[in-house]
């Protein structure tokens, strides 16, 4: 079992910076993180693996989410820039334990932490 604890979520306004933390038991093949607005379905965000760095993102936050992690502490984070309104959302934290690809798929992972709300107001 792995637990993730994330932390950092809030409100912000439109134009501002967030970041979020993600803190896990143990590591894992990948983390990362998805996001779920009200009345919609749970989306894709970023992923990265623990071993070589490697990263996917959506296409929707491409050039202003970072993830990154530091594998001393076990925590991954996400690097949110330039947040605007439709960036608002419960976002998990989500890990895997089975596949190596970076996969974008809710399915694909094993994990999930408890959520953390952010709310950027325009």
């Known amino acids: 079992q792995v637990q993730l604890v994330e932390s950092g979520g809030g409100l912000v306004q439109a134009g501002d910076s967030l970041r979020l933390s993600c803190a896990a038991s143990?590591?894992?093949?990948?983390i990362g993180w998805f996001r779920q607005a009200p009345g919609k379905e749970r989306e894709f965000v970023a992923v990265?693996?623990?071993?070589?760095?490697?990263?996917n993102y959506a296409e929707s936050v491409k050039g202003r989410f970072a993830i990154s992690r530091d594998n001393a502490k076990n925590t991954a984070y996400l690097q949110m820039n330039s947040l605007n309104s439709e960036d608002t959302a419960v976002y998990y934290c989500?890990?895997?334990?089975?596949?190596?690809?970076?996969?974008?798929?809710?399915?694909?992972?094993?994990?999930w932490g408890q959520g953390t709300q952010v709310t950027v107001s325009s």
């Open positions: 143990r590591r894992t093949v990948t």
């Open positions: 989500a890990a895997s334990d089975t596949y190596y690809s970076l996969d974008p798929d809710p399915h694909r992972y094993n994990y």
């Open positions: 990265i693996r623990w071993t070589d760095g490697l990263t």
